[in-house]
């Protein structure tokens, strides 16, 4: 199983970082792409009960992943460094989570969301963040490293929260998996839900800061 998620991962985080570095339609079309993926799996995963409530709740998540990336992108002078960063803190936040957890163990996060998943695994995944943070903030001249930091903490924090209210989604209607379109992995919403949480926050956070026109100068520049 280790040896599949690797191997996706190989696979999807080129593409990833491809869109991001074209930018434009490229970068629109493959979280377009992402976005009906996920509102598929959670039209699937609410099955049967249809209830307009769960079928807006699919709508609006699936929207926001689409737009909170897009909004970071579209800043002309910074777009690309934020979604980089941000996927630097989310894959850093899951990654060393994920070895972690395995390798020490102890109490458990919230073992009636997510059995498997500690607070050793949560701590490493946050400090794992920090550090990625700490090495690239001097690729951001104009910002300071302390404030970046402090954007790391936050945004691995959300990014783990993310994926907690996924697993509590997912308990809900008795699913392991949003789909198996990933080997390895699960669905497109098993691994993107950390990524939603922080995207959103990223975003909310740059435009509070920087405005619509700036938004990922808004995120960086402290």
């Not at 991962?9 to 593409?15: D, E, F, G, M, S």
């Not at 395995?102 to 500690?118: F, M, W």
Request: charged share 10%; net charge positive; hydrophobic share 60%.
């Amino acid at each position: 199983m280790l040896l599949t998620r690797i191997l996706s991962a190989l696979v999807l985080a080129p593409i990833a970082v491809a869109a991001v570095y074209f930018g434009g339609w490229p970068f629109a079309l493959f979280w377009a792409a992402a976005a009906l993926v996920v509102l598929w799996e959670w039209v699937k995963l609410v099955g049967g009960t249809r209830r307009y409530g769960w079928a807006l709740g699919g709508v609006i998540y699936a929207s926001l992943l689409l737009l909170a990336p897009l909004i970071l992108r579209s800043d002309p002078n910074f777009g690309m460094t934020a979604i980089l960063m941000l996927f630097a803190i989310v894959w850093t936040t899951d990654i060393a989570g994920y070895f972690a957890g395995r390798a020490i163990g102890g109490p458990k996060l919230a073992p009636a969301v997510s059995p498997k998943k500690t607070w050793s695994g949560a701590l490493a995944g946050l400090v794992g963040s920090v550090i990625v943070v700490a090495i690239g903030a001097r690729f951001i001249p104009q910002s300071r490293i302390v404030a970046l930091i402090a954007v790391a903490i936050v945004l691995s924090v959300v990014s783990q929260a993310g994926d907690l209210v996924e697993s509590a989604f997912k308990r809900h209607f008795n699913a392991k998996d949003a789909s198996q379109i990933i080997p390895g992995h699960g669905g497109v919403m098993d691994r993107l839900d950390g990524f939603w949480a922080a995207a959103l926050c990223a975003a909310i956070i740059g435009i509070a800061r920087g405005g619509i026109e700036q938004p990922a100068a808004g995120l960086l520049l402290w």
